[in-house]
């Protein structure tokens, strides 16, 4: 698994993990040896500063990727991680590297690309070089992987979503706008029942979030559950975040989640190239740690208790097209959710004597 590439060294080594996982093998010690571009890495604190410094590309502010995974290293490790900035404004002005474009896509009038910013690539050789150093040695790797690695899912990049049976109820453009204008108990009541609706009689969704446009707004709607105590009346359920949720972390029980949190799903963040890349709520460790559920070796996307049964499910859906978006026409309606088997939740409730209980959250942003 030798790679002077470090994104390309640490799929490797999740890929290794799972093999070894998958026929019982002992998982080998990943090793980062000595690179030539260490000899061009400076140690020196650079003069210019993040408000200096001008981005080559006109299009990718690299410096606000490299700024993201800095903010996903220092949750991932616990550590402050602001040197690695320093050290990317130094390097970037002492390197040049290849134009790592890889396609340019026209669409309409908006051109779309996939693209390595030169800042992104200081960013990787420089953690490279920290991980040979010794740096994070007490930090499972699968954190790195997390902080670093794109959210994005094959799973999703090659599944469309579905069209919703109450496709026409989902608020778009002016019903959207109409919406915010009510009070917040108004819309969180309006789109909890969108986004629970079209199940069984014995199912209820543990987690969900929904995108909805206008020609102004993005609408993020995020539905959230937790099990409290019995008799616990002041708890409240709130959204909690992690980033670069992948379904191969799920096999990861030293994962990064977020301190403390009994949620069990979590909105789901990270740097992908394109929208509608990766989960956007992500399942708690607790279904593995604690209920003892298990995804399903060849099709991650169901859970399975210690009987075998089948008792979380996954719905990728689409809504009503939005058509006044600013002509960003992939800026369309779309919702995950995770749906559970009420008999599961009933014999957790009385396992555990705690009770489910769930919330709504609606952001905005403008487009």
Known sequence: MESTFLNVKLYSSVLMYKYCNKYNIEYPEI???????????SNSVSETTIFDYKSPNRVINGIALVKNYIKYLQEATL??????LLKVLTYIKNVEFPKYCFAKVPKDHIKMGVTLPDEVICFYQIVYQQIHNGRWIDVPLERICQAILPPTEPYIVLESPKKANNYNEWPVDVEIDNLLQEDIFAQKSKLKDIMTADIASDEVVLGAVMYTYS???EVV???TSRFISRGDFLSKVSSDYTFNGRIYMFDYIDRYEPFQSYNLTFFNGGTVSFVN???FCYPSSLWSEVFHWKPVLDNKIRWFNA???EVVRFEYLYGKNSWSNNSINFYQPVMQRWIGKKSEIEKIEQRHRVNLKCCV???????
């Open 221 to 223: 709607t995020m539905l």
């Open 361 to 367: 959250e609606v952001q905005e942003f403008d487009v």
């Open 277 to 279: 890349q990766s989960l």
């Open 79 to 84: 550590e402050d991680c602001g040197d690695i």
């Open 307 to 309: 009987d075998d049964e």
């Open 215 to 217: 020609h102004k707004k």
């Open 31 to 41: 090793t980062f040896n000595r690179q030539e571009f260490f000899e061009n890495i």
